[in-house]
């Protein structure tokens, strides 16, 4: 028998089992964070402000939808939904335009205000860099339409969401 103590038979190393699976947490953790990043973009600014305009029965209105203080960015539009409120006897159609390089607050003609008009799904929009959101409402006959919505599914870089966009909108249209 050996008396020496550093002889090999005598050393035993124990590995940890469990240390070499502790990256899959950390893993997990990342891409959870990761997803939340990618689902949640910064909101479009919007207002329970309601704005007001009137127009003959038939006839298209475009309501500029303003955007207030926003930082510059641009957003590609997947989906533009323009929710209404209205008598159940009046037939009302909605549509959503993008105004390139120029804007507009109310018009039955727009397309003298923006160097490009477009429409919105699928279009890319400059927050803050010249481009506007424009709806149009026609009814067929005299009412009130609310445009109590403008629901916006965006994507903006690597991120996606959707977002309410602008105020409200109360038009009139006479007959």
Same mark, same amino acid.
């Given at each position: 028998?050996? /008396?020496?103590?550093?002889?090999?038979?005598?050393?035993? *190393?124990?590995?940890? &089992?469990?240390?070499?699976?502790? %990256? $899959?947490?950390?893993?997990?953790? $990342?891409?959870?964070?990761? %997803?939340?990043?990618?689902?949640?973009? !910064?909101?479009?600014?919007?207002?329970?402000?309601?704005?007001?305009?009137?127009?003959?029965?038939?006839? /298209? $209105?475009?309501?500029?939808?303003?955007?207030?203080?926003?930082?510059? &960015?641009?957003? &590609?539009?997947?989906?533009? !939904?323009?929710?209404?409120? /209205?008598?159940?006897?009046? @037939?009302?159609?909605?549509? @959503?335009?993008?105004?390139?390089?120029?804007? $507009?607050?109310?018009?039955?003609?727009? =397309? @003298?205000?923006? @160097?490009?008009?477009?429409?919105?799904?699928?279009? =890319?929009?400059?927050?803050?860099?010249?481009?506007?959101?424009? *709806?149009? *409402?026609?009814? !067929?006959?005299?009412? *009130?339409? #609310?445009?109590?919505?403008?629901?916006?599914?965006?994507?903006?870089?690597?991120?996606?969401?959707?977002?309410?966009?602008?105020? &409200?909108? #109360?038009?009139?249209?006479?007959?």
């Amino acid at each position: 028998m050996s /008396t020496d103590p550093l002889a090999p038979h005598d050393l035993t *190393v124990h590995r940890r &089992r469990g240390v070499r699976w502790l %990256w $899959i947490p950390l893993v997990a953790a $990342i891409g959870a964070v990761a %997803w939340w990043w990618v689902c949640h973009p !910064t909101d479009l600014p919007s207002s329970d402000r309601v704005v007001s305009a009137q127009v003959k029965v038939g006839q /298209t $209105i475009y309501l500029g939808v303003p955007e207030g203080d926003v930082a510059e &960015r641009t957003i &590609r539009l997947r989906d533009v !939904t323009v929710t209404t409120r /209205t008598d159940p006897e009046s @037939a009302v159609t909605t549509s @959503a335009w993008v105004c390139t390089d120029g804007s $507009i607050s109310q018009s039955s003609t727009p =397309e @003298a205000f923006c @160097a490009k008009w477009s429409e919105a799904d699928g279009a =890319e929009l400059k927050l803050g860099g010249g481009d506007q959101l424009v *709806v149009g *409402v026609t009814a !067929t006959s005299a009412t *009130v339409v #609310e445009v109590t919505g403008v629901e916006v599914d965006f994507t903006d870089g690597l991120q996606r969401g959707s977002s309410n966009f602008g105020p &409200r909108f #109360e038009v009139t249209f006479l007959g």
